[in-house]
T-cell receptor
Framework: AQSVTQLDSQVPVFEEAPVELRCNYS??????LFWYVQYPNQGLQLLLK??????LVKGINGFEAEFNKSQTSFHLRKPSVHISDTAEYFC??????FGQGTELSVKP | GAVVSQHPSWVICKSGTSVKIECRSL??????MFWYRQFPKQSLMLMAT?????????EQGVEKDKFLINHASLTLSTLTVTSAHPEDSSFYIC???????????FGPGTRLLVL
């Protein structure tokens, strides 16, 4: 069965620093990988998705993710974070298999 | 972009009452809608998948008689929590997916508190 693991439950980082949120998947039956962001008391917003067109995927808010088949990873990156990026981030494979979430906390 | 709304955004009710949550796709036709439950600081748990005009498919461990799902049109699905109890308190999120679409669009969620 497919599964997704987000390796870090919390990632604190200072404003304007780069950040990487890690995501590994167990098997790749589905061709779709997603990253979502969730702000407090809100639903999920799609950041980006991988659909096998290109291994480097650019999303909204300056985020990007790279699909790495050999390492079974789909890590999310941003070169310079803002306070407003503070939120919960979820990696997902297919329609409804979600990781446990990573809380990104950006400090001034 | 695709917009999904949920109503109400939050609800407080007494134990034993039923609560209905609506999920609407505002600018596209949703052939499939999903209902999730999210506990604090946890991931989303899929409760059920519903296709327009047919019965919902429930995930293992989800009581279909307690969580009634109706998907009567291509823009509306409802989740009714029947005889709610405090343990049903949670954040309920719906999402909608169009035909031949791999992306699901999420509603803003409904926070339910059962006293």
């Amino acid at each position: 069965a497919q599964s997704v693991t987000q390796l870090d439950s919390q990632v604190p980082v200072f404003e304007e620093a780069p950040v990487e949120l890690r995501c590994n998947y167990s098997s790749f039956v589905s061709v779709y990988l997603f990253w979502y962001v969730q702000y407090p008391n809100q639903g999920l917003q799609l950041l980006l998705k991988y659909t096998s067109a290109a291994t480097l995927v650019k999303g909204i808010n300056g985020f990007e993710a790279e699909f790495n088949k050999s390492q079974t990873s789909f890590h999310l990156r941003k070169p310079s974070v803002h306070i407003s990026d503070t939120a919960e981030y979820f990696c997902a494979v297919g329609v409804f298999i979600f990781g446990q979430g990573t809380e990104l906390s950006v400090k001034p | 972009g695709a917009v999904v709304s949920q109503h109400p955004s939050w609800v407080i009710c007494k134990s034993g009452t039923s609560v209905k949550i609506e999920c609407r796709s505002l600018d596209f036709q949703a052939t499939t809608m999903f209902w999730y439950r999210q506990f604090p600081k946890q991931s989303l748990m899929l409760m059920a998948t519903s296709n327009e005009g047919s019965k919902a498919t429930y995930e293992q461990g989800v009581e279909k008689d307690k969580f009634l799902i109706n998907h009567a049109s291509l823009t509306l699905s409802t989740l009714t929590v029947t005889s709610a109890h405090p343990e049903d308190s949670s954040f309920y999120i719906c999402s909608a997916q169009g035909a031949w679409e791999e992306t699901q669009y999420f509603g803003p969620g409904t926070r339910l508190l059962v006293l």
